[in-house]
């Protein structure tokens, strides 16, 4: 079993247990090569709530720590406005470190609870 397919089978575990509500929504983390990205989800409603990414930060090089806690601060932000205070995480398959544990902890720091 390569990276790949371990990921997506992490993934689709987690997705069982992890769902995102109304009152709860879901902090989905997608992360690639060069760029991270970060939804708020209400998995109920099938709705987008908040988004950031190196993308739309327009972070030259998006694929290390730095841009990652970029982005957290970003969706905490963003989940400021959107009245939202309490998240479930998700990592996406991901493993809880580097990345993916960067970008969570900008976001518990800037008062986004999980």
Known sequence: MNRTKARIKRQGR??????GTKDK?????F???????AQIIDDS????LAAASTVSLKIKNGGNIEAAKKVGEAIAQAAKKAKITTVVFDRGGNLFHGRVKALAEAAKEKGLKF
Request: aromatic content about 0%; hydrophobic content about 35%.
């Open 45 to 48: 409603a099938h709705k987008t």
């Open 25 to 29: 929504p879901r902090l989905s983390i």
């Open 31 to 37: 992360r690639s090569l060069k760029n991270i990205e």
């Open 14 to 19: 987690i997705r069982q247990n992890v769902i």
